[in-house]
């Protein structure tokens, strides 16, 4: 048995349904990530999990127990919000030591677990500054840590990192999994952020209009999206249409030129897709199709270089690596790709 | 030229302002004739009725103030968190002690719950009391109302309360543990007007019959020359006090900053 089940729930708001027979299993100590769009219904799950939103139907059980009706007080659940919520009257040390508190710990015991977390989350010393006297990153952790200390069972985040700038959003992501690891602590994490999800997750539930569309680790996801939506969502993938010629032995054209994947294809048309990383510019060794094309578009990001062709009317991205000695093709450059046909992913419609 | 405007504007308000008191002031320091003294001050101090009234209206205001946060607080609160449609309405309903006029009010209040009545509150002198703090609690409403809702906007107040909640704690927990600490400034300046407003009621506590410092005052004001004037000051030395305590309360919560971002 699992330690946290998520059998057909189902929310609705008024006529509104935001939630759609949602299900999902989680081991003890898996780190789970609710991804996808703005309004997908990512929120609504974690906060019915923590209990702050009544289920219309559907069951949700924490180790073996069923605790939808539960008052969130009553069910040993860690939150961490986007606005970190602090407590402002209350120091970092007391804001730690809020859930002991109220839960009747002694005091010697609560100061320190206090100090423990605290140098668990790497701010031994700041235990008597008030929340305004912190940084973002550091109220975020201090919420993390306050969120741990009475050991609940399960941790929530709720897109904990939104509000903070790019660089500390990845050493705090880093940070959060690394205790997380440290703990043990079952955890579900929501972001719309698709590589902080595929980053840190150990299996990863894209979610679109309230429904799971795929659940896995973040290799399946990336590699073997199962929808159209997941591949559109995660990553950069760039869809083909492909005529098909052979439909039994998967053999189609695009662009003009052929392809042979070897899978069973549907008949006439089938949409393939390959990330940007799987194409090379030129006749790359190990790879067995190559398409013709023109350059339209150079992006230049750094390590990699970001090219758009034209392929027979079809816009293909993909990367190359900047090297100092070898200038990136121009705009307008005839050029070749190469890419691997078992690379290719058949996108169902 | 916009500056010296500005400042003799300020001039102005200044010498309208000033120029009573001074005279108040002054008045009641002349009860001795041809020399300063603070013999009205003595007079006033001596009398056991000051001192018996002034007591009980203390006593009076800081009970309504007490049960004006246990009322106020949590209904603003809860308000705020599960019926946000609904402030206008509260806030209408806070405001109408402004338009009913304190002698209608204490008028309904004496022929409701009169001696030959269900519930013959004015009948006793707790009854009474009773009636004159309910009175008391409602004339304090608007003011009381308006400080807190304020304070609580201040504050993310539905996220600290599932960040509580979350972390084991119960209404009563949340309500004094956190909402009440981050908005007591503002529950602070409501209880400073509310003291204000009890010390010198006259209406309800007059026709309820209780021994009140506003009808004393009345009382003095219409008998004797110099002594209204002395309590005067007295009640303005008060008033003022408590706007000082009010300005040091808010320089030492060392959280407001953060209760506003
Ligand atoms: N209390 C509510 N009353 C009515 N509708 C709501 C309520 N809470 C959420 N919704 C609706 O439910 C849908 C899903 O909301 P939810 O907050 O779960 O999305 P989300 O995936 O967390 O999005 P975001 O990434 O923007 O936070 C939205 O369309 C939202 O408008
Ligand atoms: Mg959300």
């Known amino acids: 048995m699992s330690f946290l089940t998520i059998e057909h729930l189902e929310k609705s708001f008024g006529p509104n349904r935001v939630v759609k027979d949602f299900n999902l299993t989680i081991e003890k100590g898996e780190f789970i990530s609710l991804l996808g769009p703005s309004g997908c219904g990512k929120t609504t799950v974690l906060r019915m999990v923590a209990g702050f939103e009544t289920p219309t139907s559907g069951a949700i059980h924490i180790d073996g127990k069923d605790v939808v009706r539960l008052r969130p007080n009553q069910r040993s659940i860690g939150m961490v919000f986007q606005a970190y919520a602090l407590f402002p009257n209350l120091t970092v040390a007391q804001n730690v030591g809020f859930g002991l508190k109220v839960n009747g710990t002694a005091r010697q015991e609560i100061q320190s677990r206090v100090e423990e977390m605290l140098s668990l989350i790497g701010l031994p010393d700041l235990g008597a500054r008030y929340p305004f006297q912190l940084s973002g990153g550091q109220q975020q952790r201090v919420a993390l840590a306050r969120a741990l200390a009475p050991r609940p069972q399960v941790l929530l985040l709720d897109e904990p990192l939104s509000a903070l700038d790019a660089k500390i959003r990845v050493s705090l992501r880093e940070e959060i999994r690394a205790i997380q690891q440290k703990l043990g602590i079952t955890t579900i994490f929501v972001t719309h952020d698709q590589e902080e999800a595929l980053s840190i997750s150990d299996r990863i539930v894209v979610m679109h209009q309230g429904i799971a569309d795929q659940v896995g680790t973040p290799f399946e996801i990336y590699n073997n999206p199962a929808t159209r939506f997941v591949a559109g969502f995660v990553g950069t993938l760039n869809l083909m249409e492909a005529k098909v010629i052979d439909a039994e032995k998967g053999v189609t054209t695009i662009g003009g030129a052929p392809v042979i994947l070897g899978r069973p294809l549907p008949k006439g048309k089938a949409t393939l897709a390959a990330r940007p990383e799987t194409i090379r510019l030129g006749r790359a060794p190990g790879k067995d199709t190559v398409l013709a094309g023109k350059i339209t578009g150079v992006n230049f990001l750094g390590s990699v270089i970001r090219l758009r062709a034209d392929v027979g009317g079809q816009v293909i991205d993909f990367d190359t690596f900047n090297a100092p000695g070898v200038p990136p093709p121009t705009p307008g450059t005839e050029v070749e790709l190469s890419l691997s046909a078992r690379d290719l992913l058949v996108i169902p419609e | ?261």
């Open chain 2, 1 to 261: 030229m916009k500056r010296a405007a500005a400042w003799s504007i300020l001039l102005l308000g200044g010498i309208y302002f000033i120029l009573p008191l001074a005279g108040m002031v002054e008045f009641s320091l002349s009860m001795k004739r041809g020399v300063y003294s603070l013999e009205a001050y003595r007079v006033v101090l001596a009398d056991p009725q000051f001192r018996q009234t002034f007591t009980y209206s203390v006593v009076m205001s800081l009970l309504t103030i007490l049960f004006g946060v246990l009322l106020v607080v949590p209904t603003a609160f809860w308000v705020r968190l599960k019926m946000p449609w609904a402030r206008p309405y509260v806030e209408f309903l806070t405001l109408m002690p402004l338009v009913i006029p304190a002698i209608v009010t204490v008028f309904g209040y004496i022929r409701l719950y009169n001696t030959s009545s269900w519930l013959p509150l004015t009948g006793t002198l707790m009854g009474s009391n009773f009636l004159l703090l309910m009175g008391y609690a409602m004339l304090s409403l608007p003011y009381m109302y308006r400080a807190v809702d304020t304070g609580l906007r201040t504050i993310d107040v539905a996220t600290l309360t599932e960040a509580a909640q979350s972390l084991g704690a119960g209404w009563t927990t949340i309500l004094a543990r956190i909402i009440l600490p981050n908005v007591l400034v503002a529950v602070l300046s409501g209880a400073f007007v509310t003291f204000a407003i009890v010390m010198g009621e006259f209406t309800m506590a007059a026709l309820l019959n209780r021994p009140a410092f506003g009808p004393y005052l009345q009382l003095m004001g219409a008998n004797k020359a110099y002594e209204p004037f002395a309590l005067s000051t007295i009640a303005f030395a008060i008033t003022w006090a408590c706007m000082g305590l009010i300005q040091l309360v808010t320089r030492f919560s060392k959280h407001t900053k953060a209760a506003q971002g």
